[in-house]
């Protein structure tokens, strides 16, 4: 949410921020064209980028192409420039099937969002030129001409738009092929494209020429991708695709080849024929597609393929100093002998051997890494030191050009990759698909009647101790002791499993099964281990996990898992469970965890099973207190049980390795809003949706990384008198209402509070109750009520209220509080009143300090509260919607929910346009405010979903924009 509300920030105010911009044109000398950029030629050499792009420049390309603005754009821009590249800068106009071009609404929306984001970087000096969408012609229907009409009639009007907005720079549009009748029908109606570019792959490309001259184009074009045969051109290569569909790609080597020739055969050569360049594709690597590593000039390490070297060459005539590594062909890579065409087939767990034929030109020591990843993969995760995310565990051994490895124990689809580097920044890899089919000779290993050690052969009949892919069998009257790490595929308890009492490794299962004779013990003498089940568990004889440190996780699966049987858990126990399987688990018995509950991914769905209590542990050592630690991508399905007596925590935590967000509360609140403690740790921040009670002496509320969020109304109540309350921070902090309670004995208690997410705290010194407890509860409100004696201006942003929730206040003998920009220039006062709207008078002799306004020793009680200046010359220095004949514009209430306010010290001059824009930069709603006005209502749109908003006025010359959050 932060990256895209600061991305929104950053198209509001870049064009002020920028320098100027440097003219691209065309010039036109017997209907050969030649772009010119500041009245220089200039042949575009140009990669798509995707990462790495500041390298292209040390390759000799000069130009890098961007899809659409996000929140990278600014960054990107200025790097591009300071290491002499320029940008083709996208702009993300929709597809045909992805919008209505006859919603005359839609297509407007997009025409201003278009404007939007031209104007925030138009003056970049680092823009080349525009490109309006990429392949937004996709799906396109040739029959279809009315409808085609308007498409091209809108992108048209986005292309004129640009013009008029931007002087200095062309625009081109990016299409999917270079189909005749779409080129006729465009060259007719879209009469503002300067230069039109052509995605195109080596077995279209020669043609593209001929296509532009036969439909009568005579301007500019350009390749704006351009590479080997994509995977959707494999129809004539019948052998290149496996009967289960997968693709035999070309090794590295084999793909620079086709991108040195395709630049320097249909681009360079094509110069005179008005290409004005090409940008080859991609620069970088992949993070999806039917094969990873089909493009990309670049490992996830940063690594460079041969194909760097190439494009080097066709940009500039030479070669690096130092150059990739070759596999000169398929032929070059072979998996048990056979070639990727052979269509390899093997079972799952077999023995197999890989061979590669590598050279360097620079005659480098070459390092050879062996990779297993699944068809389809993606580029997330997997181990950071590796080219790509590998499976773990299945390279038994490897010499310089070979390596034996394990099948994976899973039916289904791989690639065998080899990746050698010259250990200087280049890299060589090829591939070999291959299939897995299920064992035919899967083993299932029973423990001998006598059993011991699990890793002694003697334990297990036949001699054989259960590998990964294996089922273990502990038979009926069997004990087996754990004194090594294990992981095996299914375990079958009928006699007893344990560790042996000095054991640290852990345990791994797929299926863990319990059978009615069976125990299973998750502990070494009296301290737990860690058990991982990335299946089902039954248990339908007796388990124990009921000792401190013993932990469950429930992994990942390929489906839904759950715990469950018909025997008993010790103590009805499981001291902490983690729910880390993206698929879900189901509760299927009454369980109660006296420790942790970790929610890592997935749904948790407890029903009416799940109890938390950390008085209830046994014979064990008892838990300090139980905790509900839950990331922003898992969650509980169902209300629990809370012990009447247990202290609960409920801890929010950021996993790092899933998308960041906003988490809302669950179910991991109890139904009695009243708990210990709560603990943020999400930069995103947590909504809760109510009133919380809080009980903990001394860490009622933990503020690592992050806000909490509180509906207008709502509070954070801490009960204990013991607890002074917590700081917070800048980053971390409660977006709402804080109450802290006191004794008779006077203490200071800290209000880590603020509003609209900047962080306002508030401390009172000496704050005691008559008799018995006082809850003070402090909260802010919008900006009201007016000077009184003593005091020239006030906080132009809130009202601190100190209210009293329960008890009788004795008084405090200090207040301090915290300002920000939005409330004015450096504060030295502050200023008291009993009514919200009244008149606010100065509270003597107060004191300020770096960014405190702190009262002097007094008598102090329940009001209102605000900070300001004393002196009759202040000076705003937060935000001013600058337009004449005001100085201030005051926006509320936020959140909205049916519409917002605006209020202007002085009636406006001039009309002003206000902009209600979507954190995509697209304009959802606008109005006009009229001349003459100090107070304007803005009604939202029926349809207008919750969420945060930029609302931007303009008016001659002039813009200012603020954020609002709706709540539906």
Known sequence: M???????AMLVVAGNAIAQAVKTTLTDSAGVYTLRRNGVPYHIRGAAANNFPVQVAAFGGNTIRTYSINDSTGRWLDSADAHGITVCLGLGVKKQQEMNYADTTAVR?????????????KDHPAVLMWAIGNETDANYNSLDTAANILFWDALNSIAEMVHETDTNHLTTCVLVNSDLKKIKLLKERFTALDILSINSYAPNIPGVLGNLQTAGWTKPYMITEFGPRGTWQMNPEPLRKMPWGAFVEQTSTEKAVVYRQVYLDHIAANASNNCLGGFVFVWGYQSSGDVVTWFGLYSRKGEAFGATDEMQYAWTGGYPSNRAPVIRNRDSLLFNGKRAEDTVIVEANSINTGWVRASDPDNDSLRYEWLIIPENSIMAGGDANASLPALPGLIVSQAADSARFLAPAAAGNYR???YVHDQRGKIANAAIPFKVTPSTTGRLIRSTSSGGSWSLPGSWQGGVVPAD??????ITGSTITINSPVKVTRTEIAGTLGF????????STG???VETTGTFYARNGTVGRTITVNGNLLNNGNADFSKASTTLIMGPAADSTLIGGTGTYTNGIIRSLTINNPAGVVLQI???????????AGVFHNGANLTMDNTNVGGSASSVNCQIRRSQHASLANAYTLGSTAALYVVYNHDVNAPAQLMTEGFEVPLSRSLHNITI?????VMISDSLTLKSSNAAITLTDGIIYLPPGKALICTNTSYNGIAGSSNSFVNGAVALTAGATAVTKTFPTGSVEQYRKVVLTGLASVSGAVTVQVSIDTAAGTTGTGISTLSAARRWHCGVRSGNLAGFTSISIGYGADDGATQDRLAFSSAYTGAYNVIPSDASAGDMVTSSTGTYGAGWYTTGLSGSSMRLAYKQAMFPGTTVAFIYPNPASDAIYMEFPQALEQKVRASLVDLRGRVVHYWLLAQGQLRQRLPLPPETGSGIYLLVLESSGLRQTYKVVIQK
Do not use: C, W
């Open 511 to 513: 299926d863990l099964v």
């Open 469 to 474: 892919a294996d089922t273990a069998v502990i």
């Open 2 to 8: 932060k990256k895209l509300i600061l991305m929104m």
């Open 500 to 507: 042996n009492t000095t054991t640290t490794h852990t345990f």
């Open 681 to 685: 740790n999400n930069p995103d921040g």
């Open 416 to 418: 065998l990759y080899v």
């Open 590 to 600: 009454p369980v109660s965890i006296p420790s942790i509950l970790t929610l890592t």
């Open 109 to 121: 929306l997009q025409y201003e969002n278009m404007r939007n984001q031209v104007l925030a970087f």
